[in-house]
């Protein structure tokens, strides 16, 4: 062998495909990793088979096809109502992952910190790291996973770069909240740090609640890069199309950098998205089909044995299972896929400490038959 110094040598393989793995290999039905197993819009279908037969299978411009740029814009103007140029704050990316990816490649710099907020998605410590920064995690603990301030407070310092945010959250299900934002915006007054804030559930929020994105601040706004996710609004995980704002000057960079990664992203893809976005219900509906699936999946719920923890939104719904065991959540997410025939996802794998609440994460994006399968399993135990 050759030898090689690896940069992420603490680094296993993520768990979503870990748990999707061994969800086939056990048969068992997968509330493991978030993505839906009901189709897409059979119109955003014959659009892309449309655009492809057409012709439109060549490179697009690096920054993404110039009239889905101008339906993001517009979109995002009629929800927060800020402005950004299509031309030059917005850019299409292959999938939310590459967006956060590039946006820290361009922005934080060796010895650089990033505050996050754990549990955190599991590509954002690695992505600081593999680029020279240093995560400081502010741990969130069940049951509201609320974020105390006074503990950020005290990890600002002149080396802070960057805030990374997710809202709504993955794993919990949890929303920033308008206190939340006035103390973001106090905490970053008079500073350089730069916010990332993965908004990729922005469609999923539940029980009349308003998303806060970061756009809808314009003090916070021009210190943030956005990113969000087609394949979260439009059931296409598969198909890596996300996209991010940002202001002027950061987003070149990011798009210097972004060029030499991925050059450009699926051009069919784009102008089908862009003609399917012209009707704004595609992706205002997703809201109450998806309070459905929750209020669906929480009701068969209770005639279980686990606890629910609020969720106000994406597409997971937390549990305690204290009154089922005493076992680590990683331990227990295996052996009820292997013995009950039901993969989820252990939270403590998205803490730099491990921290275990007992707590693991269903994915409701299922259909009615694929819950109650899954709910009667676990009705079991
Ligand atoms: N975002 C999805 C989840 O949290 C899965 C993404 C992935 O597999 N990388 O489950």
């Given at each position: 062998m050759?030898?090689?110094?690896?940069k992420?040598?603490?680094?296993?393989?993520?768990?979503?495909?870990?748990?999707?793995?061994?969800?086939?290999?056990?048969?068992?039905?997968n509330?493991?990793?978030g993505?839906?197993?009901?189709p897409?819009?059979?119109?955003?279908?014959?659009?892309?088979?449309?655009y492809?037969?057409?012709?439109?299978?060549?490179?697009?411009?690096p920054?993404g096809?110039?009239?889905?740029?101008?339906?993001?814009?517009?979109?995002t103007f009629?929800?927060?109502?800020k402005?950004?140029?299509?031309?030059?704050?917005v850019?299409?990316?292959?999938?939310g992952?590459q967006?956060?990816?590039?946006?820290?490649?361009?922005?934080?710099?060796?010895?650089?910190?990033?505050?996050?907020?754990?549990?955190?998605y599991?590509c954002y410590?690695p992505?600081i790291r593999?680029?020279g920064?240093?995560?400081?995690?502010?741990?969130?603990?069940p049951p509201?996973?609320?974020?105390?301030?006074?503990?950020v407070k005290?990890?600002?310092?002149?080396?802070t770069?960057?805030?990374?945010?997710n809202t709504?959250h993955?794993?919990?299900?949890?929303i920033l909240?308008?206190k939340?934002?006035?103390?973001?915006?106090?905490i970053?007054?008079?500073?350089?740090?730069?916010i990332?804030?993965?908004?990729?559930?922005?469609h999923?929020?539940?029980d009349?609640?308003?998303?806060?994105?970061?756009?809808?601040?314009?003090?916070?706004?021009e210190?943030?890069?956005?990113?969000s996710s087609?394949?979260?609004t439009?059931?296409?995980?598969g198909w890596?199309?996300?996209?991010?704002?940002?202001?002027d000057?950061?987003?070149?960079?990011?798009?210097k950098?972004q060029?030499?990664a991925?050059?450009?992203c699926i051009?069919?893809?784009?102008?089908a998205?862009a003609?399917?976005?012209?009707?704004?219900?595609?992706y205002?509906?997703?809201?109450?089909?998806y309070?459905?699936k929750?209020?669906?999946?929480?009701?068969?719920?209770?005639?279980t044995r686990?606890?629910?923890?609020?969720v106000a939104?994406?597409?997971?719904?937390t549990?305690?299972?204290?009154?089922?065991s005493?076992?680590?959540?990683?331990?227990?997410?295996?052996?009820?896929?292997k013995e009950?025939g039901?993969?989820?996802?252990?939270?403590?794998?998205f803490?730099?400490?491990?921290a275990d609440h007992?707590?693991i994460r269903?994915?409701?994006?299922?259909?009615?038959?694929?819950?109650?399968r899954?709910?009667?399993?676990?009705?079991?135990?």
């Amino acid at each position: 062998m050759i030898a090689i110094n690896s940069k992420l040598p603490n680094v296993g393989a993520s768990i979503f495909p870990v748990m999707t793995g061994l969800a086939n290999e056990y048969k068992a039905v997968n509330l493991a990793q978030g993505f839906p197993d009901f189709p897409t819009s059979p119109k955003l279908i014959s659009l892309v088979n449309d655009y492809m037969k057409k012709g439109m299978n060549q490179y697009a411009p690096p920054p993404g096809i110039l009239p889905l740029r101008e339906r993001i814009a517009e979109m995002t103007f009629n929800l927060t109502g800020k402005s950004y140029s299509p031309d030059k704050e917005v850019t299409i990316t292959a999938g939310g992952t590459q967006a956060i990816y590039s946006v820290i490649e361009a922005l934080v710099r060796e010895g650089d910190e990033v505050i996050i907020f754990e549990p955190a998605y599991d590509c954002y410590a690695p992505n600081i790291r593999v680029h020279g920064g240093i995560p400081r995690p502010v741990e969130l603990t069940p049951p509201d996973y609320k974020i105390d301030w006074e503990n950020v407070k005290k990890l600002i310092s002149h080396k802070t770069r960057m805030i990374m945010l997710n809202t709504p959250h993955n794993p919990t299900g949890t929303i920033l909240s308008k206190k939340d934002i006035d103390e973001l915006i106090k905490i970053t007054k008079n500073t350089d740090i730069l916010i990332l804030s993965d908004e990729v559930y922005e469609h999923i929020i539940f029980d009349g609640q308003t998303h806060h994105s970061m756009a809808k601040y314009p003090v916070l706004a021009e210190r943030s890069l956005i990113v969000s996710s087609f394949g979260k609004t439009f059931h296409t995980t598969g198909w890596r199309m996300g996209y991010l704002l940002g202001p002027d000057y950061l987003m070149a960079e990011i798009r210097k950098l972004q060029q030499y990664a991925v050059y450009t992203c699926i051009t069919p893809i784009q102008y089908a998205i862009a003609d399917f976005m012209a009707s704004p219900e595609h992706y205002m509906e997703v809201k109450s089909m998806y309070q459905e699936k929750r209020d669906y999946f929480a009701g068969l719920m209770r005639n279980t044995r686990f606890d629910l923890l609020p969720v106000a939104g994406s597409y997971f719904q937390t549990a305690h299972y204290n009154k089922i065991s005493e076992e680590g959540d990683y331990d227990f997410a295996i052996r009820i896929t292997k013995e009950f025939g039901v993969a989820t996802i252990p939270t403590s794998v998205f803490y730099t400490s491990n921290a275990d609440h007992k707590v693991i994460r269903f994915c409701f994006a299922k259909t009615e038959d694929t819950l109650h399968r899954a709910v009667d399993r676990l009705m079991k135990i």
